[in-house]
């Protein structure tokens, strides 16, 4: 039975690498019919935090990586929070002591008696990586104020919640084999592991906490990026599933999954990428889909939704302009509002033309007359003002637009009349013959 584990130390957001991390476990776990663990590894009471901890469970969440044990799932192996697992490792200490492998300094720090034998990783990804025996000093598992060391509990960890396989990012390889000396210490079969390589910039440099797509909440979650998305980009990030397209749905992607193509040279992060995924799977959502996942960057922006079906309609007129869900606002504010800023660009083009007005009044006349109200009727209505005034309907489209959005480009001018209704068209129309 296969089991894996996510396990972040809450020091702050979860980084993209972090989620990358718990992505490929729970692929795993997923394809295999495995259990997939978070396990909170909080043992540096100085660095760790409450906050972070949460803060890494909602980036989870976000993601759609749900966990079979773990914080709020419950399970067999708890607790699952290491803070709360010291009598475990006192135990796990008294058996090393009681074998003779380790000893103790003045200073009251325990040390672990390294078996200074050459030690080979049998890697998933970067293949049997040997270290030959070690010439560092002795490693300290707990330190003189209690507090165990890292390697320690996350290799009792692992051994206490029955690790089958360990995907983790590369920088734990150059000190796996402390973690392999360790399991042979306590008479344990090591997990597998699989290193997976690290996610740069684009431009090869490491990534940092401050760089563009690095925290799943700021970049991501508040950056108008949808889950599936972020998911589907992610798994890219250091694998090629073996399928003709990029974009490939959770159950696909599962399906797919096969450590042994991970990569074992490192990742570049391509943000215009990851919005390319993002457009992808925005123009599959339903109008109501959509407008779910779109009303809180509305709201953010001020934009007072008082009818949830207009609201919706307008959103999804956009969807095949945006990228991501905080470029809606943008396009769509002035279906909201009836006070919205005409572009500079706009203004010029109006009243680039003294007939304009004119174009703009006679459509109005046309607008007017319509008993009902549908794009159909509008569209007929601005085909008759055209052809009274012996102009082509294509020139008084744009102009239309111009009033009754202020902006030059969105969605066609009959949703946009049809969706903000009859006397709000009329009332636009007039305001920009007065500018
Ligand atoms: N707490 C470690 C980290 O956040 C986990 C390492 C591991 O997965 O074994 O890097």
Redesign the pocket.
């Known amino acids: 039975m296969i089991r894996v584990r996510f ?3 809450p020091t702050g957001d979860l980084h993209v690498g ?1 989620g990358r ?1 718990a992505l490929f476990n729970w692929l795993f776990a997923r394809k295999f019919g495995g259990t997939f663990i978070l396990r909170i ?1 909080d043992t540096d009471g100085a660095r760790n935090t409450e906050e972070a901890a949460q803060g890494i469970l909602k980036g989870l969440r976000w993601m759609g990586l749900d966990w079979d044990e773990g914080p709020d799932a419950g399970g067999s192996y708890g607790p699952y929070f290491q803070s709360q697992r010291k009598s475990i490792y006192d135990a796990y200490l008294a058996r090393l002591e009681a074998d003779g492998r380790t000893y103790v300094e003045d200073n009251g720090a325990v040390r672990f008696k390294f078996s200074r034998t050459a030690i080979t990783v049998n890697d998933l990804v970067c293949g049997d990586v040997t270290f030959a025996p070690t010439e560092e000093p002795d490693m300290t598992l707990r330190r003189p104020d209690g507090s165990y060391i ?1 390697h320690f509990v ?1 290799v009792v960890d692992d051994i206490e919640m029955k690790m089958t396989h ?1 995907f ?2 590369e920088d ?1 390889l150059s000190n796996t084999w402390k973690h392999i000396d360790l399991f042979n210490a306590f008479g344990a079969t090591p997990p597998t592991y699989a290193h997976i390589p690290l996610i740069l910039n684009s431009d090869g440099s490491k990534m940092s906490k401050r760089d563009e797509g690095s925290a799943i909440e700021k970049s991501y979650m508040n950056g108008g990026f949808l889950p599936d998305a972020v998911f589907n980009y992610l798994c890219m990030l250091g694998w090629t599933p073996r399928a003709d397209v990029e974009k490939l749905s959770r159950e696909a992607l599962v399906a797919l999954f096969e450590p042994s193509e991970i990569h074992s040279s490192n990742a570049r992060f391509d943000m215009a990428k990851c919005s390319w995924f993002n457009a992808q799977y925005l123009r599959e959502l339903s109008p109501e889909a959509l407008f779910a996942v779109a009303r809180p960057f509305l709201e953010k922006e001020g934009l007072v939704i008082t009818d949830e079906a207009v609201a919706a309609a307008a959103v999804y007129s956009v969807k095949e302009k945006v990228s991501l869900l905080t470029e809606i606002p943008s396009w769509v504010h002035y279906f909201f509002r009836e006070d919205y800023v005409f572009e500079a660009d706009v203004v010029t083009k109006l009243k680039a033309k003294p007939e304009n007005v004119a174009l703009l009044q006679a459509a109005a006349s046309a607008l007017a007359t319509q008993t009902e109200w549908t794009e159909a009727s509008v569209q007929t209505a601005v085909e008759e003002a055209a052809k009274t005034l012996s102009v082509k309907p294509g020139a008084l489209m744009p102009l239309l637009r111009f009033a009754l959005s202020g902006q030059s480009r969105g969605p066609g001018v009959t949703t946009i009349a049809h969706l903000i209704g009859q006397a709000s068209t009329l009332k636009r129309i007039e305001r920009a013959t007065a500018l």
């Open positions: 396990a972040p130390s972090g991390t590894e890292f996350n360990v983790r990012g734990h």
